[in-house]
């Protein structure tokens, strides 16, 4: 049994240094419209986000189905050493310097923060649109991929409070959520995730990106 159980490890530790896993094996960037997304996709390795991406994601006429496809595209590397959450964040810091001072000197937990990374995530959650947090957790997530913490998160995957803003978030949020049931080998969340992606009404507008997502789902859950 033991010998079994070790053989597993070694498979499922051998997947995941391949990417062979929900979050890294799910790719739409390509069945976006923008060329811009393609050429970051197409680009050898793991692309920084670099400010002309970040404007991008903070621009409102942009769509928010482009906006999680260029992060798709910046994507994943094994053992990267660019972290494109952590650039992320210094580019909300820059952006948002006087109102993150303003919210330092008002919150009232500010001392309990410690550093400028838990501040500025804490300003994402309290000051800004939710995309904002799926952005941060997105990539957080491919640049954890192997070990991914969802305390350091920002939304935890409040799937309540995401179906006030877009399903294609809620999917996204259930990707990242499928990432952590996948490395704690609880295929049976996955399952219900499946279940209920498929339970939601989704607009043509995203039912490429939804059915090549729940196929790949399919194959680390129960249900296949």
Same mark, same amino acid.
């Given at each position: 049994?033991?010998?079994?159980?070790?053989?597993?490890?070694?498979?499922?530790?051998?997947?995941?240094?391949?990417?062979?896993?929900?979050?890294?094996?799910?790719?739409?960037?390509?069945? =976006? *419209?923008?060329? +811009?997304?393609?050429?970051?996709?197409?680009?050898?390795?793991?692309?920084? /986000?670099?400010?002309?991406?970040? #404007? &991008?994601?903070?621009?409102?006429?942009? $769509?928010?189905?482009?906006?999680?496809?260029?992060?798709?595209?910046?994507?994943?590397?094994?053992? $990267? @050493?660019?972290?494109?959450?952590?650039?992320?964040?210094?580019?909300? #810091?820059?952006? %948002?310097?006087?109102?993150?001072? @303003?919210?330092?000197?008002?919150? $009232?937990?500010?001392?309990?923060?410690?550093?400028?990374?838990?501040?500025?995530?804490?300003?994402?959650?309290?000051?800004? *649109?939710?995309? !904002?947090?799926?952005? +941060?957790? !997105?990539?957080?997530? /491919?640049?954890?991929?192997?070990?991914?913490?969802?305390?350091?998160?920002?939304?935890?995957?409040?799937?309540? &409070?995401?179906?006030?803003?877009? !399903?294609?978030?809620?999917?996204?949020?259930?990707?990242? #959520?499928? #990432?952590?049931? %996948?490395?704690?080998?609880?295929?049976?969340?996955?399952? *219900?995730?499946?279940?209920?992606?498929?339970?939601?009404? %989704?607009? =043509?507008? +995203?039912?490429?990106?939804?059915?090549?997502?729940? $196929? !790949?789902? /399919?194959? +680390?859950? %129960?249900?296949?």
């Amino acid at each position: 049994m033991r010998q079994y159980f070790t053989i597993i490890i070694i498979i499922f530790s051998i997947n995941l240094v391949k990417a062979d896993s929900p979050l890294t094996s799910i790719k739409f960037w390509d069945l =976006s *419209d923008d060329l +811009y997304i393609h050429e970051i996709g197409k680009i050898p390795g793991k692309p920084a /986000l670099d400010k002309t991406a970040f #404007q &991008y994601l903070i621009d409102p006429t942009n $769509s928010i189905a482009n906006k999680y496809a260029l992060i798709n595209a910046l994507g994943w590397e094994f053992k $990267s @050493e660019i972290k494109n959450s952590d650039l992320f964040l210094e580019f909300v #810091q820059e952006r %948002f310097k006087k109102e993150i001072t @303003e919210f330092y000197h008002t919150s $009232s937990t500010f001392l309990e923060l410690g550093n400028n990374e838990i501040l500025t995530k804490s300003f994402i959650e309290t000051n800004l *649109d939710c995309e !904002y947090s799926l952005f +941060y957790d !997105y990539l957080f997530a /491919l640049d954890n991929y192997i070990d991914l913490n969802k305390n350091e998160l920002i939304l935890l995957n409040d799937v309540g &409070y995401l179906l006030e803003v877009d !399903y294609l978030s809620i999917f996204i949020a259930r990707i990242i #959520q499928s #990432q952590h049931d %996948f490395l704690n080998l609880d295929f049976e969340s996955i399952s *219900d995730s499946v279940e209920f992606l498929n339970s939601l009404n %989704f607009c =043509s507008y +995203y039912n490429l990106i939804f059915e090549r997502g729940i $196929s !790949y789902l /399919l194959g +680390y859950s %129960f249900t296949n």
